[in-house]
């Protein structure tokens, strides 16, 4: 497993956790990161990750709710949502290549989700692709 991925769990877990009530605590979830494979730096990079896409979470919920009306963001399984709001981040405002972000959020998925849920988070983050090509402003409402 790459580094990237590394940092990409830690920062799923961590906003699992910030999802879960614990956003005013990073000094606590970046501790129960110590559990999670990779090294010191690998935590931090994921907490900050994290916290980055915390920070968007109601612009990508916004965005994925437009492309996935039957299934707004309180009925998405926490898991999935923190996915998609990583992957948004990543997307959108982390230099990531689109195909790259979906694909690690697929990977994300198939670990940590249930059987079915990388096929809907690839098709909600890949309309997501589309939209953006034919009319970036749509996405990211700048």
Known sequence: MGPQRQIRRCALQ???QFDAGRADQPDLVLASLGESQGDAET???GLNLATLAWEFRAEADAAVAALSPEWPTYRQPVIDRCILRLAWYEMTHGGVPP???INEAVELAKEFSTDKSHLFIN???DKLHRTERTAPNA????
């Open 14 to 16: 961590a906003l699992y």
């Open 99 to 101: 195909k790259v972000a």
């Open 139 to 142: 996405v990211t409402g700048t």
């Open 123 to 125: 098709g909600v983050l």
């Open 43 to 45: 935590h931090q990079a």
